[in-house]
């Protein structure tokens, strides 16, 4: 995929973060690595602080492993650059359990120093720290709770503390991983009805993780800062596709072309009462600097007067022979929408399958295509797709994800928070743009168009997805940082933003 020589994002799930540990800590010796865990986030800690009012206590919660390790030598070193900072445990979050060897080490650290951590044992007293009464100052907290061990939901005074968090918001710095999430998937452990820590911060170590990046996570991360620990090595087990990664995809324009240099994109769909659906995703086909778009409605010929250029064509002419199909937006349920599917498939031509067409293809058993197709699912249609619930496919978006490349021989994109990539062959990506203002009708029709577009102007069926998933996202993203609000974003104005997205990935080749 690539085609310059920069190192990719990398994302490491919790075996290859573990892995990588043990390595490392055989080389620098016990303790080391806490050392410099702890010392990066007293440092987040101590910069957040800087935007409290001067006196600002800090108070950690550390929990029984060694994510409670980083974060108790975290608050003594606070402590030591003159914070008010106390450690606090919460009683049923670490009965029984026994430290590991680097978190032991920490805490008689901390006995020695008189900053063994206080037990709470009560609602009462969890809400008294994080909601003293004034004229006491309102806290920063860390959280040191659970991190990459984290291994059943959270109950009792953990669950306790989110809810609070939820309901207090203060400043908070999560260690590692905000408690609660599962660093692998993103999601919450125990579902959406459990709880996780909310953090404004989290300082994670060794490498970033698919956790943070997708799904519920991305309500909970705030930002987030990456500490290698000075650990080298990463093996990555998927990557976040970056707006770095999208300039090297940028198809070229050379000065002596003509519009059969760019593709034709044959957008199927638009059946009556949904024609905006087809127009959207011609539309967006467009904007990606596609050369040739038509409009094939199965209820006849579909209009955009705005837009001209974007010829109609009958469902029952024959394909052309070197298009782009992009097929399922507004394209009905019913038997003539089924046997077009049919055709379609039978095409091998290079195509991009959303909405009602993926409603069908879940209907039909697996089955080979000439060109590898892209599918484009929100969790519904992948649940479809793989014959599970929506909680199934949001459990592990990765996991659904990749299970959907491999037995429909396709890219998937599964979209919503943090959009998944998959390819057949068991790679992934993760890609960082998009946000909430995308959650509105058409958004799905747009992004079918520019990955059908981007499809048809040579890029791969995965390079296509990539950076049609990007550019859509980063159109949102820039919309509402320009407008400071995420809602209101309507699918119309899209296709324009997404062109603009593209446009500015010009200047990023030169950053
Ligand atoms: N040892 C080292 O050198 C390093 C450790 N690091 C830190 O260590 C963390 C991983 O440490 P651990 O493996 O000890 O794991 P954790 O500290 O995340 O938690 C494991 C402990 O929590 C208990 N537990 C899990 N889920 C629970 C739940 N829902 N309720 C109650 N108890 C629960 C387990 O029984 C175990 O005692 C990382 O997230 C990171 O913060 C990193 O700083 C890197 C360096
Ligand atoms: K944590």
Redesign the pocket.
Known sequence: MRRDHRPPHPLLRTAS??AL?HA??AVTG?????D???AAVADAAERLARSLPAGTPVRAFC????????ALLAAMMLRERGFDARAFELA???AG???????ARVREQARRSGMTPARIESLAGLRELLDPAPPAPAPLVLD?????????????L?EAFCRLVDELRPPLVA???PS?ID?DTGAI?GGPGAAAVRATLTVT??ADKPGLRTGAALDHVGELRIEP?GVTGARSDGILFTRADAATLLPGRPRDSSKGSFGSVLVIGGAAGMAGAALLAGRAAQCSGAGKIWIASPDGPVFDPGQPQLMTRSVNAPFERRATIVAGCGLGADSRAEALLARILDSGLPMVLDADALNLLALCSPAGHGTLPVLTPHPLEAARLSGSEVGEIQADRIGAACTIAETRRAVVVLKGAGTVVAHPDGYWAIVDSGGPALATAGTGDVLAGLIGGLRAQGLSAWEAALLGCWAHGHAADRWAAHCGHAAGLSAAELPELARGALASLHFARNE
């Open positions: 973060v573990r540990e490392a800590l016990p303790g080391a690595l806490m410099r865990a702890a929990g029984p492993g060694n994510n409670g390790g980083d049923e979050a670490c359990s026994n430290s590991p060897a680097d978190a040191g709770l659970f991190g990459i061990g984290l291994a059943r939901p959270l109950s009792g953990a260690v590692d991983v609660g660093a452990v170590m060794i620990l």
